[in-house]
Every structure is written in C-alpha cells, then in structure tokens.
C-alpha cells in the first residue's frame, strides 16, 4: 500500500537557522497539505497546495514560512528563521480527488 | 465557542469493552466527518469517513453522525489493546481548500 513519506524524522536546529521538512506524497496524488502538532496540542492546518500554488493558508503561515513542490515528486515546508516557539511536529498530508487525507509519519522539529 | 470539542480522557477500559468516542462541533454547515488514529509521536492514520448524517460500519468500527445535534461519535467493539492510542476527529469546513479541522483527541487504553 502506497504511503507518504517524510524526511527527516527528527530535526534539530538552533533558533534563527532555516529549515526543510521534506515529504514525497503519493504518486497519484494533486493536493497536499501541511499540519503541525505542537506537543500536547491539536493538530493545526498550515496551508494546502495544489496545481504549483497555495490555495489556503492559515493564519500561522506567516512570511517565514514557504512551500515548494520542486521536481514533481517532493513536497517542501521552509522556515526561514526558526522560533522556539516553531518546535512540533509536522505532517505533511495528500488526497487524489476524493476527500480523505492520508498524512506521513511526521517530522519533529526541535527548535534550540 | 471552539470550533470542534472533544473530550481528552484518557478513557481506560477493559478488554473486550464497547468504546464510545465523540465529538460535537459549532458549525452546521459541517458535512464531511473523519475520525483518525494517532499512536505517539506518529502520523494520524484514517478510520473512518463519513458525509453528512447516518451510520458507517466497517469491522469492528461504526461511526455516527447526528447533525442536528452537531454530534459525531465513533463506537469501537470488541476492543483490544492494540486499540490503544489517540482518536481524533476532523471535519471539513464547506467552501475551502479541503483543509481539515481537527478535536485535540481522546487518549484511548484498553487493558488486556
């Protein structure tokens, strides 16, 4: 059964450097989605993505924050400058043209 | 009023026990319903997925949903310890990119 993938599984870096959180989604699949899990919290929506373009994003997805599907099979999450306060975990998340989502593992994210 | 509530738990049962799980939300014009599985520090997994009001089946697993009362539940027989993790529900709001709004989940143990 096809999965989605994410890269890394755990990701440290100190506060102020850039990161990217890395996802293959499924092959069939056209949008995709990031969410992110602070611990101990709900899962939150960042933002959706479909045909090269955002088509949603939340109010957490500020100018530090970017996606990328760069060569067709790749889905990308950058923060430019990490927070503390950016440590979670996030999921990147896919559908094909029915309205299920089936999320990747996760990458956490420690912010020092 | 939040958007979608759930109660936390944990809900510890015994073996075997029917487990009910629920979920009210404040929108009405919700109309798809998902119910996911989370194990820690891992990717929500799908169970189940309903639209609008009724009842879905699938093995062990029924999902219910009751738009008048803007209630959703998921029922769990025969359960197992393996059944042990977090249940979240989710739901689509109506004109936007398929992004998904999430409970915070109910921590679930079933004792052998």
């Known amino acids: 059964e096809p999965e989605v993938t994410q890269t890394p599984s755990h990701q440290v870096t100190q506060m102020g450097q850039e990161v990217i959180l890395r996802c293959v989604p499924i092959?069939?699949?056209?949008?995709f989605y990031w969410y992110r899990q602070i611990l101990g919290q709900k899962v939150e929506f960042l933002v959706s993505?479909?045909?090269?373009?955002?088509?949603?994003k939340s109010e957490i997805f500020d100018d530090q924050f970017s996606v990328e599907r760069p060569d067709g099979s790749n889905f990308t999450l950058k923060i430019r400058s990490t927070k503390l306060e950016d440590s979670a975990m996030y999921f990147c998340?896919?559908?094909?043209?029915?309205?299920?989502?089936?999320f990747g593992p996760g990458t956490r994210l420690t912010v020092l | 009023q939040k958007e979608v509530e759930q109660d936390p738990g944990p809900l510890s049962v015994p073996e075997g026990a029917i487990v009910s799980l629920n979920c009210t939300y404040s929108?009405?014009?919700?109309?798809?319903f998902m119910w996911y599985r989370q194990y820690s520090r891992k990717g929500p997994e799908l169970l189940m997925y309903?639209?609008?009001?009724g009842n879905k089946e699938d093995g062990r697993f029924t999902a219910q949903v009751d738009k008048s009362s803007k209630y959703i539940s998921l029922f769990i027989r025969d359960s197992q310890p393996s059944d042990s993790a977090t249940y979240l529900c989710?739901?689509?709001?109506?004109?936007?990119?398929?992004?998904?709004?999430f409970g915070s989940g109910t921590r679930l143990l079933v004792r052998p």
């Open positions: 998340a896919g559908r094909g043209g029915e309205d299920t989502q089936y």
């Open positions: 092959s069939n699949h056209l949008y």
């Open positions: 993505f479909y045909n090269n373009e955002i088509s949603e």
């Open positions: 929108n009405s014009a919700f109309q798809y």
């Open positions: 309903t639209y609008s009001s």
């Open positions: 989710a739901m689509r709001p109506p004109a936007s990119s398929y992004k998904l709004i």
